[in-house]
């Protein structure tokens, strides 16, 4: 993201998206990939965005009354702000025991809501909030590649940075995929970490880790 846009190093990913910002405005978060909430204030235009990764990783919660807006990037703080009882949202209870979660944009609490994943807010004047962006999380041509080219792709961008990197290593295909990913297209050193959960001798999860390892001539 730093490279093909011309943004100054640094070893932020905030920052990162505040360079990106002040270069090419909100429609910058439109190039954002990963996991990803917060709330830009744009000081020259004299707005207020609020955003969300289109998978909805990371969470934003808003409260609106007439005492003003509200935001947290966790339940519990917003819920504590505001120091009241909870009002219990009939609808959450009843999703939770039968789902396991809680769908959005609903909470436990009637007057707490998520913010809708993958979208651009623009909080207006009157505290009124308007989708202005949609946020896809994928180019156009990546729709078209196999499994395989899409994963290549995938872990090319996000294996990317500017420091050195540990990498804690299971024998699992997630953390394995990201060990091959990494030798291939890291350029900065990193450092696979293997933890030994055994009490007796090494366990077979580290010993697969290490030889994943030793195969890729790390």
Do not use: W
Not at 59 to 79: D, N, R
Not at 102 to 108: A, L
Not at 189 to 213: M, R
């Amino acid at each position: 993201l730093i490279e093909s846009h011309s943004l100054p190093v640094t070893n932020s990913d905030t920052k990162v998206i505040a360079n990106g910002l002040q270069k090419y405005g909100v429609d910058f978060l439109t190039r954002l990939r990963g996991m990803f909430a917060g709330v830009v204030i744009d000081t020259r235009e004299n707005k207020t965005y609020f955003f969300r990764d289109p998978l909805g990783e990371k969470p934003l919660f808003l409260h609106k009354s007439e005492a003003g807006l509200v935001i947290s990037s966790e339940f519990t703080a917003l819920y504590r702000i505001l120091r009241r009882p909870l009002k219990i949202n009939p609808k959450a209870v009843t999703d939770y025991f039968r789902f396991g979660y809680v769908q959005e944009p609903d909470t436990f609490d009637l007057e707490i809501f998520s913010i809708k994943r993958g979208v651009v807010l623009e909080l207006s004047e009157d505290s009124f909030l308007r989708e202005i962006l949609h946020l896809e999380g994928y180019d156009e041509n990546e729709t078209e590649l196999s499994l395989r080219d899409l994963l290549e792709e995938i872990n090319r961008q996000v294996t990317y940075s500017t420091v050195p990197t540990g990498l804690a290593l299971s024998a699992g295909v997630d953390s394995s995929s990201l060990l091959v990913a990494m030798s291939r297209h890291r350029e900065t050193e990193f450092v696979p970490i293997i933890v030994n959960v055994s009490k007796e001798g090494t366990s077979q999860e580290a010993l697969e880790a290490i030889q994943s390892c030793k195969v890729l001539g790390i």
